[in-house]
C-alpha cells in the first residue's frame, strides 16, 4: 500500500518571503510519479508541479521548486516570492505507473500568505 | 475548452435518497475518476475507469456505482444516500500512455449534504 504524509497542517509566511512544505511517502514500486496540487478557497484542484521518479534533477516551475530526495522517500516544495494568492491548502500525492493512474493523497497544508 | 466539468455543484439529500453526479471531460481523456474529499483528510479515490465500459473500485467504493457508457462522461451514483456521505466529489481525467504517469486535470467539485 502507498502512503503520503504531511507532518505540517498549518503554516504561515509573508508576502515576499520563502515557504518550504514538507511530505514523505512509502511505496514499494521504483517507478512513480510525485505530484503537488494546489487548492484556493475556490476549491478547484490546480497541478503545481511533477517530479519522475527517475529523474534525479528536481523539477522548477517559476517560483515553485522541489527538493526530491529518493532515498529518504521526502519530496518537499519550495515557494519563493511567496504571493497573496499562493494561499490555498497544498497536497502532496504519489501516483504508480502502470494503466490506470491512481493518485494518493496526503492530508494537506494549509498556507497562509501575510502582508 | 471547458476542461472537466461537474453537474451540481451543490445537493442536499435525505437519508435513503438516490441521485447521480456527473462529469464530463472534451479533452478526450482515456481514463477517468471520482475522489471524496473529507475534512482532515486527503482526496480518496472511489472508483475509476480506464476507457468507455470499463469501470473498476478505487479505495473507498462502498455505497457507490459508476458508469462510463461514454468516454466524455462519467457518472457517480448514490442508490441510498447515507449522512457518511456527506463530502466534496471531485472527478478527475487523463490520458493513457502506457507506463506514463500523466497529470490528472479535476472539475471543481460537488458538494453533497446528506440529512
Known amino acids: 500500500a502507498q502512503t503520503v504524509t504531511q507532518s505540517q497542517p498549518e503554516m504561515s509566511v509573508q508576502e515576499a518571503e520563502t515557504v518550504t512544505l514538507s511530505c514523505t511517502y512509502d511505496?514499494?514500486?521504483?517507478?512513480?510519479?510525485l505530484f503537488w496540487y494546489k487548492q484556493p478557497p475556490s476549491r478547484q484542484m490546480i497541478l503545481v508541479i511533477r517530479q519522475e521518479a527517475y529523474k534525479q534533477q528536481n523539477a522548477t516551475e517559476n517560483r515553485f521548486s522541489v527538493n526530491f530526495q529518493k532515498a529518504a522517500k521526502s519530496f518537499s516544495l519550495k515557494i519563493s516570492d511567496s504571493q497573496l494568492g499562493d494561499t490555498a491548502m497544498y497536497f502532496c500525492a504519489l501516483g504508480r505507473t502502470g494503466t490506470a493512474s491512481k493518485l494518493t493523497f496526503g492530508t494537506g497544508t494549509r498556507l497562509q500568505v501575510t502582508l | 475548452n471547458a476542461g472537466v466539468t461537474q453537474t451540481p455543484k451543490f445537493r442536499v439529500l435525505k437519508t435513503g435518497q438516490s441521485m447521480t453526479l456527473l462529469c464530463a471531460q472534451d479533452m478526450n481523456h482515456e481514463y477517468m475518476y471520482w475522489y471524496r474529499q473529507d475534512p482532515g483528510m486527503g482526496l480518496r479515490l472511489i472508483h475509476y475507469s480506464v476507457g468507455e465500459g470499463t469501470t473498476a473500485k478505487g479505495e473507498v467504493p462502498d455505497g457507490y456505482n459508476v458508469s462510463r457508457l461514454k468516454k466524455q462522461n462519467f457518472l457517480l451514483g448514490l442508490e441510498s444516500a447515507a449522512p457518511s456521505q456527506t463530502s466534496v466529489y471531485f472527478c478527475?481525467?487523463?490520458?493513457?500512455?502506457?507506463?506514463?504517469?500523466?497529470?490528472?486535470?479535476f472539475g471543481p467539485g460537488t458538494r453533497l449534504l446528506v440529512l
Open positions: 478527475a481525467s487523463s490520458y493513457s500512455l502506457a507506463g506514463i504517469q500523466e497529470t490528472q486535470y
Open positions: 511505496t514499494s514500486e521504483n517507478n512513480y510519479y
